[in-house]
């Protein structure tokens, strides 16, 4: 009898044991939204499981299934008001209707503000006409702030706005790139945001070199973009602005009423913003750090894989990390 109530003991020792290994297990069942664009115009391939192939640490990932998102992502455009942006207040209010003209009606769109500290104009909505008066008084900006700008840490708290993020809602940053004064960087950012499942894409206006001067961070800043978006699995797209943006406006059609190259690539990145696969994949093994992987066409040969884009977050985070 004490024999078989030692057992016992022993049996619920061990499963007290085994109890927090078996919480602490890492989880390999991942959801990732990805989109595909095409880089000639061509038609892109509808995405299948047995399209794409993944590797992670020299290891296949298996994809478990691929369908389109059928719940439109929310958006909120994040618009640089910095000294750095003085004069371009109409280029970013331009650069936003234009993006905002060519989302669909159903998709919550909100706005916020930022140089030192974010501030955060409207939630999102799908009164896109709330939206636009924002934007109007925003191109009527006289005065912009000096000094600090904060950019990694307004996109970082910009996250906040959307409540509880759901996959593939999209932050849409207005910018020319420049921070000096974030208590975080474009990397830890891009992570955090790539656990969320949400996506950043950027729209980075570039004032030419030798026109004014730039400091060191606006110098350095859009590289880090090209990055930082992939991290999250959005993108960068780099918009040369004159010496003069004031008497310069960001069209969609040129004189002869022909899409512009900001029209097209605008409309590309929109395009990956709405159109986005929710795709289920199976790790090999856990994670005990961020650390990224790759994912690819797999029917597809060289030639024929560099007319196509895929964008997904290229980095995987520890599960409840954030």
Same mark, same amino acid.
């Given at each position: ?62 994809? #478990? ?25 109409? +280029? ?42 924002? +934007? ?22 910009? +996250? ?86 004031? #008497? ?34 199976? +790790? ?39």
């Amino acid at each position: 009898m004490i024999r078989g109530i030692t057992l016992v003991l022993l049996f619920f020792f061990a499963a007290a044991l085994a109890a927090p290994a078996q919480q602490a297990a890492p989880c390999l069942e991942r959801t990732i939204p990805v989109s595909v664009a095409s880089n000639d115009g061509s038609p892109t391939p509808e995405l299948t499981a047995a399209v794409l192939k993944g590797m992670y640490d020299k290891k296949p990932v298996m994809v #478990k299934s691929v369908e389109m998102e059928k719940i439109p992502p929310r958006v909120i455009f994040l618009v640089d008001t910095s000294g750095s942006m003085q004069g371009n207040g109409g +280029l970013s209010a331009d650069a936003a209707e234009d993006v905002l003209s060519q989302l669909p009606g159903n998709v919550e769109v909100g706005l916020a503000l930022f140089s030192a500290e974010l501030h955060p104009m409207l939630t999102p909505t799908k009164d896109h006409t709330r939206l636009i008066d924002r +934007l109007d008084a925003v191109s009527r900006l006289s005065r912009f702030d000096k000094g600090h700008t904060a950019l990694w840490a307004a996109v970082r708290d910009s +996250l906040k706005m959307f409540g509880s993020p759901r996959l593939g809602d999209s932050i849409y940053l207005i910018s020319d790139g420049a921070d000096n004064s974030s208590n975080t960087n474009a990397s830890e950012v891009g992570g955090f945001l790539a656990s969320s499942g949400v996506r950043l894409f950027a729209f980075i206006l570039e004032h030419p070199f030798g026109i004014r001067s730039r400091t060191p961070e606006e110098l350095v800043g859009p590289d880090l973009f090209r990055g930082a978006t992939r991290l999250s699995g959005g993108t960068t797209f780099f918009v040369p602005v004159p010496d003069q943006p004031y #008497k310069y406006r960001i069209d969609l059609a040129d004189k002869n009423g022909k899409p512009t190259q900001i029209a097209q690539g605008i409309q590309k990145q929109v395009g990956q913003m709405v159109g986005f696969y929710r795709v289920e994949i199976t +790790l090999p093994q856990g994670l005990k750090k961020p650390k990224s992987w790759k994912l690819d066409f797999a029917s597809l040969d060289k030639l024929q894989q560099d007319r196509f884009e895929l964008s997904y977050p290229t980095l995987l985070t520890p599960c409840g990390q954030s």
